[in-house]
């Protein structure tokens, strides 16, 4: 299986645009579609210097408007920002045009120059976040409701039942127990077992019988090339840039598996988080992990360099893995 995943930031020193990107990320999508691919990722940041995706609920749509067989998962939406009925409708009208397709990890932000920016409250995300999803919930059930001492009602009512596909993020015990606690799936920012079993523990505890973790397990990029050591010397730069801006960002409460410490371009490769890979090492990859996520134009790259990646895997990657199916 192979998701592309997108964030469309940019460095200040590339040459790539910001509307490069966002028109390179709509081409490779549309190709994608017909080929085989599972998916699309896109992400949440806000007031970045290289421009962070800032719009994913609209980027989402764009996506799945422009294909017919991908899925597209939010990875993760950040729910303290937002009003939770805009939530409700904006997810519900994607969930309309895109039944079933689209796929909402609830996250709780942490940057708290986002927070600030948004006037909220760091301290509150937990409970504003499952708030606002029990909110999302009972707006999803298409009739009235009381919401803060007057009736909203939320319509049209989107077509996934009991509601549009949501699963809670967060990377701490209480993030494993709230998902449980709200009867949905749990997909944690990093491959900690402990966490899964905490969260199925809950789930058990509370009676939810529909109880269903994913974590992580492999690489948060995956580049393929025929020349790993040509790519690295020519995108080095912009890989390490990516790797130490969202390190900057990090606080002791958040973890995840992108989270590299990296000093230098042997640091990023010694990771296991950025991987440049020949079609070879990609067909062993998949064959040990079951996935592989895409990077296309990670790190403001050359969007012909992620062309280059998703024409190999089509070319000789995917041909390989179905001789060995």
Known sequence: MFNLRFDLRTPPFTEVTHGDQYRAMLEMVKWADT?????AITSEHHGTE?????????????ILGATDNLMCTLSALLVPYHDPLRLAEDIATI????PGRFITIAGLGYREFEFEMFGKDRTRRGRDTEEAIKVMQQA???????YEGRTVW??????????????VGGSVPASA???????????????????VDLYYAEAAEIGFEGAFAMAPDGPGLVLVTEDPDALW???????????????????????????VDAEDVADLKASGQFEVLTPDQCVELVRTKGAATLHPLC???DPAIGWETLELVVDKVMPALAEGA
Request: net charge neutral.
């Open 35 to 39: 080929r085989g691919f599972a998916g």
């Open 95 to 98: 969930d309309l045009m895109a």
């Open 177 to 195: 127990k709230r998902a449980a606690r709200l009867r949905l799936p749990y997909m944690p920012p990093i491959g900690d077992q402990e966490l």
């Open 140 to 146: 999803w059930t298409g009739e009235p409701f009381e």
């Open 233 to 259: 010397a020519k995108i080095g730069p912009n890989m390490l840039y990516d790797a130490a801006a969202y390190a900057s960002w990090q606080y002791p409460d958040q973890r995840s598996g992108w989270h």
């Open 299 to 301: 790190g403001g790259i």
């Open 154 to 167: 939320v319509t049209p009512k989107p077509v996934t039942q009991p509601h549009p596909i949501v699963m």
């Open 50 to 62: 290289d421009g962070f995706m800032s719009a994913p609920l609209a980027i989402s749509a764009a």
